[in-house]
């Protein structure tokens, strides 16, 4: 399919258009805000360099997020790891006032996700992520490159 998506998104567009839109009411196209384009990655493709890339190839987009920022399960959970899991986060990591940045947690553990919000939170308020996304749950971790298997 040459050309990719978007060609046949227009021309789908066009002929419900001509055919009167299927029933369907449509405010004038000038009437309606442009649409918000955020980037979320997908673990292991959508880590910084891929933003980065992303930014300088298209020029960018409204909001991007980082990879998930994994919140372990076990162990103790002290404030210095839950400063250092929300160290990872780099609200100017595209250029500073480049588009926002939000945030990924994931792990199971509710009082653990709680620590690393507070964490990301109790900054200046330039520095606080616009977004903090929460996924909960039980989550395998995929293999480390050296663990994946290349034939």
């Known amino acids: 399919m040459g050309g990719g998506v978007l060609p046949v998104l227009r021309e789908r567009a066009a002929a419900a258009r ?9 405010p004038p196209a000038e009437a309606l805000p442009p649409p918000a384009l955020s980037l979320a990655p997908m ?3 959508g880590d910084r360099i891929f933003r980065r890339a992303h930014a300088r190839a298209v020029g960018g987009c409204n909001e991007y997020c980082t990879e998930f920022l994994r919140v372990p399960d076990r162990g103790t959970m002290t404030a210095n790891l839950a ?16 588009p926002p940045l939000s945030v990924q947690l994931m792990g199971a553990t509710p009082e653990r996700l709680v620590a690393v919000t507070e964490r990301l939170l109790d900054v200046e308020a330039d ?22 298997r290349t034939d």
């Open 18 to 26: 001509v055919a009167g839109g299927a029933g369907l009411a449509r």
């Open 83 to 98: 400063r250092g899991i929300a160290g990872h986060y780099d609200p100017s990591e595209l250029r500073p006032g480049g």
């Open 43 to 45: 673990e292991l493709l």
């Open 127 to 148: 520095r606080r992520p616009p977004h903090i996304n929460l996924n909960c749950g039980e989550y395998p971790r995929p293999p480390r490159r050296e663990e994946r």
